[in-house]
């Protein structure tokens, strides 16, 4: 019996893997450039939710299609969550994932705001446990890329009543992952959007919710005609002060050097509690780096760039790690650079400070990191 890093007995899980697994040498095609979110492993895991029987039912079997009756409920009323994170391989060939139990707490959080089933810690991560081990062949090496793992919730009731569903499917797949923005670590434009907003006080922004992001598609459309590779968003009552970029976390650096500073958007609520900014506050303390949550307005980030104590921008989040942003565009407040455009020595740091302990490159301070295999 395997336990999670708590203590706690990981979910018995039923393994039957697919008979047709992918050939070694088609494997190793994929994982020579796997990009992100293109090619999958060769097995899923999944479980069911029902209101007579609980959780049940799960099983690690063939990655295959889903077959879904026109009427189920999450395809009419978006009762769907999901979550993110990595599995990385050391060295010395052994595999962990990062921070899990955070990622369990965090899909329990989407799933109770959404009127969902609960999943239990020890199956979120006996599912993650399962899946590698059958599929460890698929986690690639190297510090930029990982297995991307994806578990995800879904209301398989059939019917079109407007109420929370009856029945639930859990899925976790996997797929091998190279850098999420292709050009790497280049610094991004970005629109800041005054029309949208992702999420307003009472609504979904803590949750990890499907809507969110389809919500999302029309700004990033807007910036892309802008010239701009991601959205800022703003919040919903002032359209004032900076929330999120994308789907990704931001942080701001004030001044250099040892007198150099975070400041990270507070969570209001509406804002999404990354995993990835929570460890970067601890990485930022650990190496000698103040660091803070607080309120940056629009205005605040102009004027920090033209005076020069603005000195560097960066998002972060598990898909990308740290992503610098270069250049802001606006359409009341005009355009302007963060510093040169460049990557800044603090977000290159913080950075690599936090991809060596995911890779194992550097002492584990926190226990952050959970063996796989």
């Known amino acids: 019996m395997t336990t999670t890093e708590t203590g706690t007995a990981l979910w018995p899980i039923t393994v039957t893997p697919s008979a047709h697994p992918a050939s070694a040498e088609d494997r190793e095609a994929v994982l020579a450039n796997p990009g992100f979110g293109q090619q999958f492993t060769d097995n899923m895991v999944r479980a069911t939710w029902t209101a007579d029987e609980g959780w049940h039912d799960a099983r690690l079997e063939a990655y295959g299609p889903l077959?879904?009756?026109?009427?189920?409920?999450?395809?009419?009323?978006?009762?769907?969550?999901?979550?993110?994170?990595?599995?990385?391989?050391?060295?010395?060939?052994?595999?962990?994932?990062?921070?899990?139990?955070?990622?369990?707490?965090?899909?329990?959080?989407?799933?109770?705001?959404?009127?969902?089933?609960?999943?239990?810690?020890?199956?979120?991560?006996?599912?993650?446990?399962?899946?590698?081990?059958?599929?460890?062949?698929?986690?690639?090496?190297?510090?930029?890329?990982?297995?991307?793992?994806?578990?995800?919730?879904?209301?398989?009731?059939?019917?079109?009543?407007?109420?929370?569903?009856?029945?639930?499917?859990?899925?976790?797949?996997?797929?091998?992952?190279?850098?999420?923005?292709?050009?790497?670590?280049?610094?991004?434009?970005?629109?800041?959007?005054?029309?949208?907003?992702?999420?307003?006080?009472?609504?979904?922004?803590?949750?990890?919710?499907?809507g969110n992001y389809a919500a999302s598609l029309v700004a990033q459309a807007e910036a892309a005609t802008h010239g701009c590779d991601q959205v800022v968003w703003l919040d919903a009552v002032e359209r004032r002060w900076v929330e999120e970029m994308g789907g990704m976390n931001l942080y701001f650096v004030f001044g250099s050097g040892d007198s150099a500073r975070l400041v990270t958007p507070e969570l209001t609520g509406s804002l999404l509690p990354g995993i990835t900014r929570s460890s970067l506050l601890t990485v930022a303390s650990d190496l000698g780096i103040r660091a803070d949550e607080g309120r940056i307005s629009v205005d605040d980030w102009r004027q920090g760039c033209e005076s020069g104590e603005i000195s560097e921008v960066f998002a972060c989040g598990t898909a990308a790690v740290i992503t610098p942003v270069g250049e802001v565009k606006t359409r009341t407040s005009g355009a302007w650079r963060v510093s040169d455009g460049g990557t800044g020595p603090v977000t290159q740091r913080l950075r690599q400070a936090l991809l060596d302990i995911q890779t194992g490159q550097a002492p584990d301070r926190h226990n952050w990191l959970h063996r796989l295999v």
């Not at 599995?87 to 899990?100: I, K, L, M, N, Q």
């Not at 139990?101 to 965090?106: F, K, M, S, T």
Request: net charge neutral.
């Open 67 to 210: 077959l879904l009756d026109p009427a189920t409920n999450f395809m009419h009323y978006g009762q769907a969550i999901f979550e993110g994170l990595k599995a990385y391989r050391h060295e010395d060939g052994s595999v962990w994932t990062f921070r899990p139990i955070q990622n369990a707490e965090r899909f329990a959080n989407s799933a109770r705001r959404l009127a969902m089933a609960e999943l239990p810690i020890e199956l979120f991560v006996g599912s993650i446990e399962a899946l590698v081990r059958q599929d460890r062949g698929w986690v690639p090496s190297g510090q930029e890329r990982s297995l991307y793992l994806r578990p995800f919730m879904i209301s398989t009731e059939v019917g079109l009543g407007v109420r929370p569903g009856n029945r639930y499917e859990y899925l976790l797949i996997a797929s091998p992952a190279g850098a999420y923005f292709p050009r790497g670590l280049t610094p991004v434009s970005v629109w800041v959007s005054d029309d949208y907003v992702r999420a307003a006080p009472g609504g979904t922004g803590e949750a990890k919710c499907a």
